[in-house]
């Protein structure tokens, strides 16, 4: 949260100076008079400057955007962002050429920006906000990829009575696996191995 001390001949002076310094607006920001200030007589004479503290409000929304907007420009890629805020959680879908690379290999790249962007929004922000970024819908279409490959091991592991041993999977990816079978009443599923090569286990019942 940006904090700015701003010193000038009115409390009107010393707010327009910060706005300025802060690049916002009067409604983004909150302040406090530390010294009204004094004109003097009709020649100046004895008069005090105003004194006056303007902090940024905290946008999560707008914190998040900032971070985004820095990191894509780094990658040299211009993306459309999209933010929906609903009670402490931020979705966040981003859009745009090239978003291959922000996903990475299964994901893990939009993992690793998601788990920074946390970092980021929540470093000042009360009460705690949880951000889910995505990119042109990436995880809706992966849930349904891995919705329908556990059905169809599951439906292999009745048939055979085997094990079946999944890839090595993140934390988000496993969970879609043991939700999508938690009811079946043929197959359980258990994640062994260490992060992050933990691996979800199909097997009978």
């Given at each position: 949260?940006?904090?700015?001390?701003?010193?000038?001949?009115?409390?009107?002076?010393?707010?327009?100076?910060?706005?300025?310094?802060?690049?916002?607006?009067?409604?983004?920001?909150e302040?406090k008079?530390?010294?009204?200030?004094?004109?003097?007589?009709?020649?100046?004479?004895?008069?005090?400057?105003?004194?006056?503290?303007?902090?940024?409000?905290?946008?999560?929304?707008?914190?998040?955007?900032?971070?985004?907007?820095?990191?894509?420009?780094?990658?040299?890629?211009?993306?459309?962002?999209?933010?929906?805020?609903?009670?402490?959680?931020?979705?966040?879908?981003?859009?745009?050429?090239?978003?291959g690379?922000?996903?990475?290999?299964?994901?893990?790249?939009?993992?690793?920006?998601?788990?920074?962007?946390n970092?980021?929004?929540?470093?000042?922000g009360?009460?705690?906000?949880?951000?889910?970024?995505?990119?042109e819908?990436?995880?809706?279409?992966?849930?349904e990829?891995?919705e329908?490959?556990?059905?169809?091991?599951?439906?292999?592991?009745?048939?055979?009575?085997?094990?079946?041993?999944?890839?090595?999977?993140?934390?988000?990816?496993?969970?879609?696996?043991?939700?999508?079978?938690?009811?079946?009443?043929?197959?359980?599923?258990?994640?062994?191995?260490?992060?992050?090569?933990?691996?979800?286990?199909?097997?009978?019942?």
């Open positions: 949260m940006d904090s700015i001390e701003r010193v000038a001949k009115t409390v009107d002076d010393a707010i327009a100076e910060a706005l300025k310094t802060l690049n916002a607006t009067i409604d983004e920001v302040y008079v530390l010294d009204p200030g004094y004109k003097g007589t009709i020649f100046g004479i004895g008069s005090k400057p105003a004194r006056v503290l303007v902090t940024r409000k905290f946008d999560p929304v707008l914190v998040a955007k900032n971070f985004l907007r820095e990191v894509t420009i780094a990658m040299g890629l211009s993306v459309r962002i999209e933010t929906n805020m609903r009670d402490k959680h931020l979705f966040i879908n981003m859009y745009g050429e090239n978003m690379i922000i996903i990475g290999k299964r994901g893990q790249t939009l993992d690793a920006l998601q788990y920074l962007m970092l980021v929004v929540n470093r000042c009360v009460p705690e906000i949880s951000v889910i970024l995505d990119s819908n990436y995880r809706r279409r992966r849930r990829t891995l329908k490959l556990s059905h169809n091991l599951a439906r292999k592991v009745k048939e055979t009575r085997q094990i079946v041993t999944l890839e090595p999977m993140s934390r988000f990816e496993r969970h879609i696996i043991h939700t999508s079978l938690q009811y079946d009443r043929y197959v359980k599923t258990h994640s062994e191995g260490n992060e992050p090569f933990r691996n979800v286990i199909i097997s009978p019942k």
